[in-house]
């Protein structure tokens, strides 16, 4: 395993209970990510009660890229982000549903965007084409984006898509709460860095289903925008720090 410096791109994957989606996911990050090396894949199991654990020691013995991190209780899916951030070794760190929604493919063209628009580029976020949930999710989803847009105005069609690439050191300093991973953009515009993007092509699941019902992300999402608007609001700019003491 080559060491923390040499590590382009550290690819953190958040799961649980998706033991049928283990495999053929790992396999496709790989050959996607192979002129990206050197990276590292880091499965964060999220307290899965399925064979998810068993289907990632399967996986790790075949792919030395492989690193394997494990909740003991369900913490959520932004603590998993959290979990596989913080270890990451990569400069770059790549997001994706471990359920096969978000094809690895799109991995290269995310790295390539960001790193093109430079070093004040701190998210390159996908947006999905060819929704594959249902109509009623697909709608609601949909309705949430564009309110979402018009409240923090983070110039983004789709923040909940998965497939996501930033820079780790910019992940860092977010503040942290649970469904941090849907408000990435206005956060990280926050920050003092911009957003690019790039579209990507939905798949539906390879396997099992999702972890969410309808009407999880409702109530909560409203409280969730009140929350990041306040955030927005409570930073008044971003300091352009120099060095002082120089006469
Ligand atoms: N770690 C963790 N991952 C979760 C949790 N809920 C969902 N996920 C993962 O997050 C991704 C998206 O979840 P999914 O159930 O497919 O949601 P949907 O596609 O929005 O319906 C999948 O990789 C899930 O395994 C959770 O509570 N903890
Ligand atoms: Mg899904």
Avoid at 30 to 43: G, K
Avoid at 117 to 140: E, F, N, S, W
Wanted: proline content about 6%; charged content about 25%.
């Amino acid at each position: 395993m080559p060491d923390r410096e040499a590590i382009r791109l550290s690819v953190v994957v958040p799961v649980k209970n998706e033991a049928g989606n283990i495999a053929p996911l790992v396999v496709e990050i790989v050959a996607a990510c192979a002129p990206l090396r050197p990276f590292e894949i880091v499965y964060v199991d999220d307290g899965s009660t399925d064979g998810t654990p068993a289907a990632l020691a399967a996986a790790r013995a075949r792919h030395p890229e492989l690193r394997v991190l494990r909740h003991r209780e369900s913490c959520g899916q932004s603590a998993a982000v959290r979990t596989g951030v913080l270890a990451a070794r990569g400069e770059l760190v790549a997001t994706l549903d471990g359920d096969g929604q978000n094809d690895p493919a799109f991995i290269p063209a995310l790295v390539a965007v960001l790193t093109e628009a430079g070093p004040q580029a701190g998210l390159a976020q996908g947006q999905r084409i060819g929704r594959k949930d249902g109509r009623l999710k697909t709608i609601q989803s949909r309705i949430a984006n564009g309110v979402r847009g018009r409240i923090l105005q983070d110039a983004t069609r789709d923040t909940g898509c998965g497939l996501k690439v930033f820079r780790r050191a910019v992940y860092l300093r977010l503040p942290y709460f649970d469904a941090l991973h849907r408000f990435m953009p206005a956060l990280v515009a926050r920050e003092g860095f911009f957003v690019v993007h790039a579209d990507v092509v939905d798949r539906p699941r390879f396997t099992g289903r999702s972890n969410y019902g309808l009407f999880d992300r409702l109530w909560v999402g409203i409280l969730d925008l009140a929350g990041v608007w306040w955030l927005i609001r409570r930073r008044r700019r971003v300091p352009q720090v120099e060095q002082g003491g120089m006469e």
